[in-house]
């Protein structure tokens, strides 16, 4: 560490983000005298912002947000922000970002300039040269007498294809790279303190890991316990008096105006509704197939859905929304907003009242085989499987005669030629409680693979269960014949039972 801030310490409402901080601290206080440029990306309502204004604040550093303007408007306000930072008399007047860079490269705290710019795709928007603009005076810069600067120049922007395209085909050299990922299931209950783990699944269906949505409104009274869940719904998710009941449609409303936003809409209603496919996509549109997939790559190129290869047929990939709010959003709130924007506390418990089973149905119950999914490649323990998993994926099981068997979480471990082994294969229920008969499913399921081909003698089922298992069940685990994951074992809370008899799982 350099002689800017030693140590600089890590704001108390920063929840998480420990290695981020670190990183961007040992970016600001790197001892080179040269200037440097810093890149902090990923998904909206995440944390950059909250980030790099603590950042900014502990280190005596600089930091501005674009905002959607012409570029004289926007250096103007820059000029204006610098002047209060600066405690000039009067703001400057700069002509161009070469004007503006320079100035700000001798601002900040000590020998050290840090510039904050969140908002780099707008920036690039508005002013295409931006970043041969900023590889020209940071080169000027690292090139001065009297000592080089040591400007840290640090720009935000969400995952886009903007932010990405700029970062492949700029000329600037990049020294650091910050992404900040969503929280996890198990990072997002601590963040909203939440005892009872199927209330801290069904928050997280609604509003994921985002750290945007504790702090706001919406979070100001959080549930107090699960019988609290339905009153947060309608009083703080439900509200259009709450930023939090129009976040989601803004997400899809900064597509650039040559989009068919309308598409991309009802696209995501699709899979709100469980079309994952390109066909059942177009057919839910009534549009060419043809069409549906470059929709589908706009979207998955904004980060907000995501393509997975099914798991048995690898040509056919199954689509998901990543976002929580969007699917939230898109099966509860959109078919009803007209009813929701004029209702009454008393309206607006009614039309809950009548969203709720599809909310358990289209939104929680697929989060929560999502979330099985996360946790068997992530938070399993090591000897579960038998081997390392490499993948946890959808499965569509051809049968000859009869419509193919949906098999909701399938483990293959490390990939050799084509197609890791078949570790594990796996039921999820949300709302029912399981017992001997989906294990007889899973036999079923693992015996057929077998005749197709796979090498079934050692793949382990799973019951992924958030209502419960049965007493046949639970005897059925302590034999070894299955294995049984509950929200306690996901979150860490669960024990796991012993087995009178290794191995032998079909």
Do not use: N
Not at 89 to 106: F, K, M
Not at 190 to 200: K, P, Q, R, T, Y
Request: include cysteine; aromatic fraction near 8%; proline fraction near 8%.
């Amino acid at each position: 560490m350099g002689d800017l801030i030693t140590p600089v310490a890590r704001p108390q409402g920063l929840y998480d983000r420990e290695a981020e901080w670190k990183r961007l601290v040992a970016f600001v206080d790197d001892p080179r005298p040269r200037p440097a440029i810093g890149v902090v990306t990923g998904p909206r309502g995440h944390g950059k912002s909250f980030l790099l204004k603590a950042l900014a604040r502990a280190t005596g550093g600089f930091y501005f947000a674009v905002q959607e303007a012409a570029q004289a408007e926007t250096l103007r306000a820059l000029a204006q922000r610098y002047a209060r930072h600066a405690d000039l008399a009067r703001a400057p007047h700069w002509t161009g970002w070469r004007d503006a860079l320079l100035t700000l490269a001798v601002s900040g705290c000590g020998p050290t300039a840090l510039v904050v710019i969140d908002g780099f795709p707008e920036v690039v928007r508005q002013s295409p040269g931006f970043p041969a603009t900023i590889s020209e005076v940071c080169h000027r810069l690292g090139d001065g007498p009297g000592g080089s600067s040591r400007l840290r120049l640090l720009l935000c922007g969400s995952t886009t294809p903007v932010m990405s395209r700029l970062l492949s085909a700029s000329t600037m050299w990049v020294d650091q790279v910050v992404e900040l990922a969503p929280l996890d299931f198990r990072q997002a209950r601590e963040m909203w303190a939440i005892d009872d783990l199927g209330l801290a699944l069904r928050v997280h269906a609604v509003v994921g890991g985002s750290a945007a949505f504790r702090f706001d409104p919406a979070g100001d009274r959080p549930p107090a316990g699960f019988a609290d869940f339905d009153r947060w719904i309608r009083e703080c998710v439900l509200s259009p008096r709450l930023p939090l009941f129009w976040r989601a449609g803004h997400i899809l409303d900064r597509v650039p105006d040559s989009w068919d936003i309308a598409a991309c809409h009802s696209t995501v209603a699709a899979l709100a509704a469980g079309r994952s496919t390109p066909g059942e996509i177009a057919d839910f549109l009534d549009r060419p197939a043809t069409e549906v997939p470059h929709i589908l790559s706009h979207l998955e190129a904004r980060g907000l859905v995501r393509g997975e290869p099914d798991a048995f047929q690898p040509g056919l990939i199954h689509y998901r929304i990543t976002e929580p709010l969007l699917a939230f959003d898109h099966a509860v709130i959109r078919p009803r907003r007209a009813d929701l924007v004029d209702a009454d506390a008393k309206a607006i418990d009614e039309i809950w009242r009548q969203a709720r089973s599809v909310f358990e149905r289209d939104v929680a119950g697929p989060h929560f085989a999502q979330i099985c999914r996360e946790w068997a490649v992530r938070f399993a323990p090591a000897d579960i499987f038998g081997d390392a998993p490499a993948s946890a994926l959808s499965g569509s099981v051809p049968h000859v005669t009869d419509q193919p068997a949906g098999i909701d979480i399938v483990v293959r471990g490390r990939e050799a030629l084509r197609r890791g082994p078949l570790l594990s294969i796996g039921q999820v229920s949300w709302t029912e409680p399981m017992d001997t008969p989906h294990l007889e499913r899973l036999r079923g399921h693992l015996v057929h693979l077998a005749a197709l081909g796979e090498d079934a003698d050692r793949t382990r089922l799973v019951c992924y269960g958030a209502a419960g298992f049965g007493p046949d069940l639970r005897d059925a685990e302590a034999r070894g014949k299955v294995l049984l994951v509950s929200p306690e074992q996901m979150y860490g809370d669960g024990q796991w039972p012993r087995t009178t008899e290794e191995g032998g799982h079909q």
